[in-house]
């Protein structure tokens, strides 16, 4: 790469050395802090040769390098002398966001981890409906009893599974969490307040406070709001209880504090605003009838660009689990995954640039057979632009005919042509042909479309670029040899004890869309980095909060701990280790206060990505739940 030649280009489409407050870089983005966004050619930039990606966030215009970062910032430096200006400028203000906007926000970011569990249960009871149909599985046989179990029980104890995830959110105690929904699921107390109801009576705790009536199993809302007042408690009770007390007396009296707030006050409130909200929801179906499912299939793609689609998942659940089945979300949802594969698979055959259409092929691929549809909303039919309006059409006629023939959903697994046994009706033979009608139709009217209305095709990136440094980055990149053989694996562990999730769930697109390489993502439970093999410390960032390691096999690795944390600017932050340093596996290299950076309100995700992924044939990343230190959690090829 011709870093000067990349600077020069950069700094011109942003707006000249003018139009530059500040520059500061952390491992894989240039920060600019610019005083007109509105003159920055877009375009231009994420054309330039060197650039993956361009992200307007916290102020700041970030643009994404990899890592070639520093070389390019150095360049840009010589340029303007951007170092010695303006200082770093960290958001001390956040954006402010209605009520409704931030609760929307929580409720996504708490059910994004617990969606695997609930995908497992939910295909089980899938199965459950499809077997016994085709004469495989009897209905009163212990095996049918069993697998019901195995479908059920994430979807009855949800609120467990809620808890732990919400006191991740939330930063509180994990095991306190579960305990207050282990206690609204108590058999006892369920006994209670059921016979309660049924006699007409009210249960009262101390004699006078009633406890209202309400079922928490297969509930979201309720435990979220009781594990939010949780943390308050927790401080308050810390603050109140000697310290020789506090391994017997804090326990307990947060669990005599909080499991009152939980039983007499938040769970019914809770329980009253999710079926506000599931009413307000199905309110506009009731009225509209299958148009109403056209028009979510139509505007769905723009609910997961707002990341608000798992905000949906306790409403999807509750339907389930007083109907049976859901008819208005799931339905949108299908037809709006398969209209984003038809019309990447449309861009795929139609774009003339090889590289694009391998893209949107494999985008195209994902979306339609596995319901992953982030690399063909982001990668292609956003990126540009008609080929998004091709994909509304389809997905809204779809919608229209899955709707008019009352079609259904018995589960919530990811809306895909392989997960369509979700959409068979027991006792309705005719449920699975209206199911693989909805999906042709999608796909056939969103590929026609976006053939039609067209779009302006990818070139090759930049190419007012010296010839010669490309073709020099050519001949370089035609010579570079994978580094296994046919049939080696090298296997990463993880560098933190924690929640691993896939990489798709991390909230920045630079990272989940795999723009600097493929990988995993891990919930740190404790503030500390350990050295996942032996091999050398490439980059210890000055501000602490990312690392660049290479391995003895040539696995180059970047850790980075939380979200946009550079501009802690190196506050929590406590390298063990520098620059050069060689190390072996499990030894520290990074310790950092996690509850403090939570409670600065960062995101404390860290991304763990192999960014010389395309010197190898794949990188597997299927371990999802709970890991420990140097435990598997990628396998190289």
């Known amino acids: 790469m011709d870093y000067a030649s990349v600077a020069k280009k950069i700094l011109q489409r942003v707006g000249g050395k003018e139009n530059v407050i500040s520059l500061v870089h952390c491992m894989t983005r240039l920060r600019f802090?610019?005083?007109?966004?509105?003159?920055?050619?877009?375009?231009?930039?994420?054309?330039?040769?060197?650039?993956?990606?361009?992200?307007?966030?916290?102020?700041?215009?970030?643009?994404?390098?990899?890592?070639?970062?520093?070389?390019?910032?150095?360049?840009?430096?010589?340029?303007?002398?951007?170092?010695?200006?303006?200082?770093?400028?960290?958001?001390?203000?956040?954006?402010?966001?209605?009520?409704?906007?931030?609760?929307?926000?929580?409720?996504?970011?708490?059910?994004?981890?617990?969606?695997?569990?609930?995908?497992?249960?939910?295909?089980?009871?899938?199965?459950?409906?499809?077997?016994?149909?085709?004469?495989?599985?009897?209905?009163?046989?212990?095996?049918?009893?069993?697998?019901?179990?195995?479908?059920?029980?994430?979807?009855?104890?949800?609120?467990?599974?809620?808890?732990?995830?919400?006191?991740?959110?939330?930063?509180?105690?994990?095991?306190?969490?579960?305990?207050?929904?282990?206690?609204?699921?108590?058999?006892?107390?369920?006994?209670?307040?059921?016979?309660?109801?049924?006699?007409?009576?009210?249960?009262?705790?101390?004699?006078?406070?009633?406890?209202?009536?309400?079922?928490?199993?297969?509930?979201?809302?309720?435990?979220?709001?009781?594990?939010?007042?949780?943390?308050?408690?927790?401080?308050?009770?810390?603050?109140?209880?000697?310290?020789?007390?506090?391994?017997?007396?804090?326990?307990m009296l947060v669990v005599l504090i909080e499991a009152p707030i939980a039983l007499i006050v938040l769970g019914p409130l809770g329980a009253i605003f999710g079926n506000v909200l599931s009413d307000a929801v199905y309110f506009v179906?009731?009225?509209?009838?299958?148009?109403?499912?056209?028009?979510?299939?139509?505007?769905?793609?723009?609910?997961?660009?707002?990341?608000?689609?798992?905000?949906?998942?306790?409403?999807?659940?509750?339907?389930?689990?007083?109907?049976?089945?859901?008819?208005?979300?799931?339905i949108g949802e299908l037809c709006s995954n398969m209209a984003q594969g038809a019309a990447a698979l449309a861009v795929s055959i139609k774009s003339k640039n090889k590289d694009f259409k391998q893209i949107a092929g494999s985008s195209a691929f994902s979306a339609l057979f596995a319901g992953i549809t982030e690399p063909a909303l982001y990668g292609v039919t956003l990126r540009l632009k008609r080929p998004m309006l091709g994909a509304c059409i389809g997905a809204a006629v779809g919608g229209l005919f899955g709707g008019f023939f009352q079609m259904k959903c018995f589960g919530i697994a990811t809306p895909a042509i392989v997960t369509i046994v979700q959409y068979v009706e027991e006792d309705r033979a005719s449920s699975l042909l209206i199911a693989a009608l909805t999906i042709l139709l999608t796909v056939v009217v969103t590929f026609i479309a976006t053939m039609i209305i067209g779009f302006e095709d990818i070139v090759d990136e930049d190419d007012d670029l010296d010839e010669v440094t490309m073709e020099a980055d050519v001949k370089e990149e035609a010579l570079e040899e994978k580094l296994l053989k046919e049939g080696e694996e090298i296997h990463v562990s993880s560098?933190?004890?924690?929640?691993?999730?896939?990489?798709?769930?991390?909230?920045?697109?630079?990272?989940?869309?795999?723009?600097?390489?493929?990988?995993?993502?891990?919930?740190?439970?404790?503030?500390?980095?350990?050295?996942?093999?032996?091999?050398?410390?490439?980059?210890?960032?000055?501000?602490?909060?990312?690392?660049?390691?290479?391995?003895?096999?040539?696995?180059?690795?970047?850790?980075?701990?939380?979200?946009?944390?550079?501009?802690?600017?190196?506050?929590?932050?406590?390298?063990?280790?520098?620059?050069?340093?060689?190390v072996k596996k499990g030894e520290v290299i990074l310790e950092f206060d996690k509850d403090e950076i939570v409670k600065a309100g960062y995101d404390i995700t860290t991304p763990i990505i192999v960014s010389n992924t395309d010197k190898f044939k794949d990188v597997e990343a299927d371990v999802t739940g709970p890991v420990k230190e140097l435990d598997e959690i990628l396998v190289i090829k």
């Not at 609930?118 to 046989?141: D, N």
Request: one cysteine or more.
């Open 495 to 582: 560098p933190m004890q924690g929640e691993c999730i896939p990489l798709e769930e991390v909230k920045d697109a630079t990272f989940s869309q795999g723009i600097l390489g493929k990988g995993t993502a891990v919930i740190p439970e404790k503030g500390e980095v350990r050295a996942p093999f032996d091999g050398r410390i490439d980059v210890m960032f000055e501000t602490g909060h990312a690392v660049g390691m290479t391995s003895e096999d040539g696995v180059e690795l970047l850790i980075h701990v939380g979200m946009d944390t550079v501009n802690l600017e190196g506050k929590y932050f406590y390298p063990k280790k520098s620059s050069g340093d060689k």
């Open 33 to 251: 802090t610019l005083k007109d966004e509105s003159i920055v050619d877009d375009e231009a930039v994420k054309k330039t040769k060197g650039v993956m990606g361009v992200m307007k966030k916290a102020g700041q215009y970030q643009i994404i390098i990899g890592n070639d970062v520093a070389n390019v910032y150095a360049e840009l430096n010589k340029l303007g002398n951007f170092s010695s200006e303006a200082p770093k400028k960290a958001p001390e203000k956040k954006e402010k966001k209605n009520v409704v906007s931030m609760l929307m926000d929580t409720i996504s970011g708490i059910m994004a981890p617990v969606i695997p569990a609930i995908i497992g249960a939910a295909m089980i009871k899938v199965l459950l409906t499809l077997l016994p149909m085709i004469g495989v599985l009897s209905t009163e046989g212990d095996t049918y009893n069993l697998l019901s179990v195995m479908g059920d029980g994430a979807f009855f104890f949800m609120p467990v599974l809620i808890a732990i995830s919400a006191s991740k959110k939330f930063g509180t105690n994990m095991y306190y969490a579960a305990s207050i929904a282990l206690i609204m699921l108590h058999p006892n107390f369920i006994s209670l307040m059921s016979e309660a109801n049924e006699a007409g009576e009210i249960v009262k705790f101390l004699g006078f406070i009633p406890v209202t009536y309400a079922s928490y199993s297969y509930s979201v809302i309720p435990i979220i709001l009781a594990v939010w007042s949780l943390k308050y408690v927790e401080k308050l009770v810390d603050k109140i209880t000697p310290v020789v007390t506090k391994n017997f007396l804090k326990p």
């Open 285 to 330: 179906h009731d009225k509209l009838g299958f148009i109403a499912i056209g028009i979510v299939a139509g505007i769905y793609p723009f609910v997961v660009m707002a990341g608000m689609h798992h905000a949906f998942t306790p409403i999807k659940l509750g339907m389930i689990a007083t109907t049976g089945y859901e008819n208005f979300i799931c």
